[in-house]
């Protein structure tokens, strides 16, 4: 143990540093949290392990930082400040379990926006020194970085579904198929357009990383249901013979009537003197008028039509009268 801790201040001096090799400037930002450890496990030790995970993880398409402001004895993605987690974009956190020289490390990328984990590396090292632990750390970074390169440099993949299916994607206005459906996109913040006939229109904003796999899952609104007009009601055909009865009903019944009238004046005035025949040789040697008028027959006719006439009206009437006040049969 003697003989570890005074080599320790050389296997530091000895590492490269971090920025050693510059990253790109629009590289994403990693940051390294503390190493987590489960177990006795010297602080020195703990300290050489974090120099050979940046060591493992430098020279990628990424830039290695610390955490600003510093984060002391943070090892999980949730005790990070806020202002340090918006600043990178990626997380690195280290588990390492110690029983006597048995050592298992567990390495985890995080997506410092969604706190998801990306991707992992972890091995076990049995009976080992500081030295071995150190290269397998390295080594575990080292894997890290080239999954994290692949997200750098793969294109952002965007798996869209609706409920239910069958939604035009438009992802910045071009059509892109029909839900379910899986596309790819230039890094960066899209507009998606969602759209199903009988459905509310889904307009969404994605912001697409590159290599990360992005899934959106929508629930569309069904449209309210459009209230039917109410159908007008048709008209029944007007029967022409209910007018027609009454028109006839009441012809005769006012043909009647006068038919009646003039028959009763006729038959009132028979046997009566012809008044403008009355003078003169026209008086007989008694001064009784010769000319008398002879209405008898022709006024019991007209009465006798007419009250027959009347009768049918009422009849006819009567039966009109009925007809509407009774159910019409269907």
């Not at 509310?200 to 912001?207: G, N, S």
């Not at 026209?282 to 007419?306: K, N, Q």
Request: proline letters at 8%; one cysteine or more.
């Amino acid at each position: 143990m003697g003989l570890l801790a005074a080599s320790l201040p050389l296997l530091l001096a000895w590492s490269p540093a971090v920025g050693a090799t510059p990253a790109p400037a629009d590289a994403p930002g990693v940051a390294v949290l503390e190493l987590a450890v489960a177990g006795t496990l010297p602080p020195q030790w703990a300290q050489a392990l974090g120099v050979a995970l940046r060591e493992g993880l430098a020279r990628g398409r990424f830039g290695v930082v610390d955490p600003d402001p510093p984060a002391p004895g943070c090892a999980e993605l949730a005790c990070l400040d806020p202002e340090a987690r918006a600043a990178v974009r990626y997380v690195v956190t280290a588990r390492i379990e110690v029983v006597d020289r048995n050592y298992a490390v567990q390495l985890a990328l995080v997506d410092a926006r969604t706190g998801s984990s990306i991707a992992t590396a972890s091995d076990a090292c049995e009976v080992c020194g500081l030295a071995d632990v150190s290269a397998q750390v390295s080594a575990l970074g080292a894997s890290l970085r080239d999954k994290l390169d692949a997200l750098v440099t793969a294109p952002p993949v965007l798996q869209v579904s609706t409920r239910p299916e069958g939604a035009q994607v438009r992802l910045d206005g071009e059509l892109r198929g029909a839900t379910p459906v899986e596309l790819t996109a230039t890094p960066g913040r899209h507009r998606l357009e969602l759209r199903r006939s009988g459905y509310v229109a889904a307009i969404r904003e994605v912001d697409l990383v590159a290599g990360v796999h992005e899934r959106i899952d929508v629930e569309l609104a069904a449209l309210p249901a459009t209230a039917a007009l109410p159908r007008p009601t048709p008209m029944p055909p007007v029967d022409p013979r209910p007018r027609r009865r009454t028109i006839v009903g009441a012809s005769l019944l006012a043909g009647g009537a006068a038919a009646a009238g003039v028959g009763a004046a006729l038959w009132a005035i028979d046997s009566r003197p012809v008044r403008s025949r009355c003078s003169g040789a026209d008086r007989d040697p008694f001064g009784e008028c010769r000319w008398l008028h002879d209405t008898r027959t022709a006024g019991i006719a007209l009465v006798a039509t007419g009250a027959a006439a009347v009768i049918s009206g009422a009849i006819v009437l009567a039966v009109r009268h009925r007809l509407r006040r009774s159910p019409r049969r269907r």
